[in-house]
């Protein structure tokens, strides 16, 4: 597991359906160290921090192994590295593989897994395209973030060191499920409440699920 590519971007105004949006998401390759601290990447800022960055979202992974799908689904579009805002671009992990609370070693850093990514409409400012935030979602090819317990420096070809696996076995992979689609699955539900890690955004949506009667609660 290692990281291929740190990328890094500070907010840019942009023209969008006639109005001037400030957005983060066009991050680009840097060579040589960063240093990562507890809120982002030096050299790295978000335009709204209410959705994007804070301690629980201080960097973005994407697997690289997306890259090839995302390619024969959009066959005309350039996708380097960074392309899905994300700070990390990874090799060797991913999103049904990685639990919620696993901790990792990253350069000099150390990390743990907070959350999916949940797209937002500067996803689709960055295509040009404003399906591909539907299709986004719909792929789970979703990537997650970081927050950060240890600062330090990291670079492209870094290792990505297991430290710990959280022992609650929820994957990200199951966190987006409970989102976009097993919205049934009580079970899932009560074990995402109980995760330390996750945001307590997510306990509360969760949370307030739980109180839907099951005849009124959405099914998968």
């Known amino acids: 597991m290692k990281i291929i590519s740190v990328n890094v971007a500070r907010p840019r105004l942009v023209e969008w359906n006639d109005q001037i949006v400030s957005t983060g998401i066009y991050k ?6 960063v240093m990562l601290r507890t809120l982002n990447l030096d050299g790295d800022r978000q335009a709204d921090l209410t959705v994007h960055g804070g301690p629980t979202k201080a960097v973005y992974v994407y697997p690289a192994e997306h890259y090839s799908y995302w390619r024969d689904e959009l066959p005309d579009a350039e996708l380097p590295w ?17 639990n919620i609370g696993d901790s990792f070693r990253v350069g000099s850093a150390e990390v743990t897994v907070t959350e999916p990514r949940m797209p937002c ?10 399906d591909i935030i539907k299709r986004f979602l719909a792929s789970g090819r979703t990537g997650f973030y ?14 990505i060191e297991l430290l710990a ?13 409970l989102y976009a689609g097993n919205k049934g699955d009580v079970e899932m539900m009560r074990r995402a409440i109980a995760l330390e890690a996750l945001p307590e955004s997510w306990r509360g949506h969760f949370r307030k699920r739980l109180t839907v009667p099951a005849h009124d609660r959405p099914s998968s």
């Open 165 to 177: 696996r959280d022992a609650n076995n929820v994957t990200v992979a199951d966190i987006t499920g």
């Open 146 to 159: 970081f927050s950060v317990q240890r600062e330090g420096e990291v670079g492209a070809g870094d290792q």
């Open 121 to 130: 409409y500067k996803l689709g400012i960055k295509f040009g395209r404003s």
């Open 28 to 33: 680009i390759p840097v060579a040589g160290r």
């Open 82 to 98: 960074g392309m899905f805002g994300e700070n990390f671009t990874s090799e060797g992990l991913n999103e049904s593989a990685v």
